[in-house]
């Protein structure tokens, strides 16, 4: 059930945000260029079972519409995606909001380990960067 919420701003050069980022950031991930994660909100219980089924989040035990939120490096929002029942994927997500669309080679993004999206840039030359505290890094 995708709610038309699509929100898509300008963002800034690699380049640019380069000039902005933290020192920690700039020497550990020099071509990160967005972050993107997904985030339940609790709905209204639908009346339509099938819907109801769609909406309902066994992470959460409720009703809940799921959308995905892009930000840069520096921490201004880029995109928001449209909104879909929660048992829509993550790479699901990530895809429907063609967000690769303003991904050039050689830029990198930060996803968590539930966006299973490796095959997804594959060939795009985006690289893709799982936070540290998901690898055992502290």
């Not at 959460?60 to 892009?70: A, C, E, L, P, R």
Request: aromatic share 8%.
């Amino acid at each position: 059930l995708p709610v038309n919420l699509v929100v898509r701003t300008m963002c800034p050069s690699l380049a640019q945000l380069r000039r902005h980022m933290t020192d920690y950031v700039k020497n550990k991930w020099p071509n990160l260029k967005e972050i993107y994660d997904g985030t339940e909100f609790k709905c209204q219980k639908p009346s339509d079972p099938m819907t109801q089924r769609q909406m309902w989040s066994s992470y959460k035990h409720d009703n809940t519409v799921k959308v995905q939120i892009g930000c840069t490096s520096t921490g201004i929002i880029t995109s928001v995606s449209d909104t879909y029942g929660c048992s829509i994927s993550d790479k699901e997500l990530f895809i429907k909001s063609n967000v690769m669309e303003h991904l050039n080679e050689e830029e990198a993004i930060m996803v968590d380990k539930g966006f299973l999206i490796l095959d997804t840039l594959q060939g795009s030359g985006v690289e893709l960067i799982r936070p540290p505290f998901l690898e055992g890094e502290r």
